[in-house]
Structures are given as C-alpha cells and as structure tokens.
C-alpha cells in the first residue's frame, strides 16, 4: 500500500506540473487526464495503455466523488503525511522538496495531492466498512480448500558460492551455528518458487543446500514440514471471501460513480475500447 501510495503521488506531482504541455486524453468531473501520465504510469507498472487510463480514471472518480461528499482531511493529517515522504526521501540522501520545486511545484500545491490522497483512502474504507463475512461462509469455504502444506526454512544470503559451500561445510560440522541462520517462520509451500521448492526438498530436512538468487547465493535449510492448522485455513479462508466481496463491492461502487459524474474520452476508438465508461 506504501508503495503504491508513493507511486500515486508522483503521479499526480507529474500531472500537475506537466500537464499544460501535454495532450489531454480524457475528462474526468472538471479533473483532466494527459497522455504522458498514462503513458508513463504504463511504462512504469508494465500494463497497457488502456489498463494505464482506466486506473487514472478510476482514482479520478474518487478523488471527485471524495470532494463531493466534503470528507473532511485534518491539517495535521496532510503534514504528518508529507513529512513522512521527506524522511523516506531523506533515507536514501534524496532532496525531496528540491524535486517538488524543480517540477514547478509549490510545497502547498504539493500537500493539496496529499490530501486527495487522504481523501480517496477514506472513501474507500467507506465503501468496504460495511462488508461482512459470516461463519457459515467461512465454513463451507473451508471444506472447498485443498490442504495446504506449510515448511519451516532457515536460510543465509552470501555474494559468493564459495561463502556459501564453506559456510555449508561448517553447518555439517557443527550445527549449532544454524543461530546464525534467518528463520522465515512457517509458509505455504505455494508461497515459494518451485524450483527452489524442489531442490531444498530434494535435499531433505535438515541438509543445507545453496541457490543461486539473482547476485547472491542463499543457503537454506529445511526445518520441518507439517500440514496448515485448522485456524490457519480459517483466516485463510476469511481472507479470501473478504477480498472478493470488498472486490466486487468496489467494482459495483466505481460503476455507479461512472452514472453520477461525467466521463468524457476524447479519443473515440479508446472510448469504444474502455466501455465500462461510457460516455455522457
């Protein structure tokens, strides 16, 4: 969420200071979509061109329908916000009010994306507060699921297979140096790629065995193996109902916002392309 926060954000930071130079694409409400934010956030998350301007449509209803419904965003909201995008910036030595400056914007121009943002969060949470998912459902979920199969890995990053052959030797001499290694607690073997899957397991409990991991080679060692629990598959289960029901109570949402604000794509081949948003 972090992160598509961030992405958003610069998004919105390109719109506004580019977007007097650019081709408009579409009208959303009285908010305008540009050609190079859309192809630019395609680019960037390695989508289409459509899926790109549907996205931006779609944030762009929020953020409209957000105003319309006057949700209220604190001062102290926004700051508490923008400075925590500074300290990021700051943490890998990056200037970050010289980068708003140098797309021509002000700090207060800045702070009014952060707030859309804010804004659009909390239609959202709105939108999902009233979903509920009962026992029964969860119940009957359950019985559908296959069991899952969850292992226990310890594992050690080394730049070099020979670190990582001599750090193996010492393992088989004295295991009691597998404290050094990092456990990554119980997982669901579909979880894990199968490749790597296959050859710790061809390795066998408690036999380390190097994999390479892009520039880094990775000693693991399998710990144990053992079936999920009956909890696991209960929140397993939850989890599952819950983002298909807050799924399609989104999809429902955005499709009524489309009836409720204008949307307009100036393009008319993509207009017949993007349906879902028909033309008002």
């Known amino acids: 969420m972090k992160k ?9 930071l390109t719109e506004a200071a580019f977007g007097a130079g650019d081709k408009s ?16 956030r395609a680019q960037v998350r390695g989508i289409s061109y459509l899926e790109a301007l549907s996205q931006l449509i779609e944030e762009n209803l929020l953020i409209v329908q957000a105003k319309k419904e006057n949700i209220q965003v604190a001062e102290e909201e926004v700051d508490a916000r923008f400075n925590l995008i500074l300290e990021q910036w700051q943490k890998k030595g990056l200037d970050f009010l010289k980068f708003i400056k140098d797309n021509g914007l002000t700090v207060n121009q ?61 393992l088989k001499e004295k295991n009691e140096i597998m404290t050094e290694m990092e456990s990554t607690g119980w997982i669901e073997t579909s979880r894990i790629d199968p490749s790597v ?17 892009g520039d880094k080679f990775i000693v693991y060692v399998l710990a144990g193996k053992r079936d999920n629990s009956p909890e696991e598959r209960y929140r ?15 999809s429902e949402y955005i499709n009524q916002l489309t009836k409720t604000i204008p949307v307009k794509i100036f393009d008319q081949d993509i207009a017949k392309k993007l349906s879902v948003f028909p033309e008002q």
């Open 4 to 12: 598509y926060f961030i992405f958003f954000l610069l998004c919105c």
């Open 25 to 40: 694409i579409a009208l959303v409400g009285n908010r305008i979509i540009w050609n190079n934010d859309v192809v630019e």
């Open 110 to 170: 800045y702070k009014e994306i952060v707030a859309d943002q804010i804004r659009v969060e909390k239609l959202v949470a709105k939108i999902q507060s009233g979903v509920s998912v009962s026992p029964f459902e969860v119940m009957k979920k359950m019985a559908e699921m296959p069991q899952q199969q969850q292992v226990l890995l310890l594992k050690k990053s080394f730049d070099s297979v020979s670190s990582a052959e001599n750090f193996i030797t010492k």
């Open 197 to 213: 899957l296959s050859q710790i397991q061809n390795a066998g409990q408690g036999k380390p065995v190097a994999i390479k991991s």
């Open 236 to 250: 397993m289960a939850y989890r599952e109902l819950y983002q298909q029901k807050t799924s399609k109570k989104y």
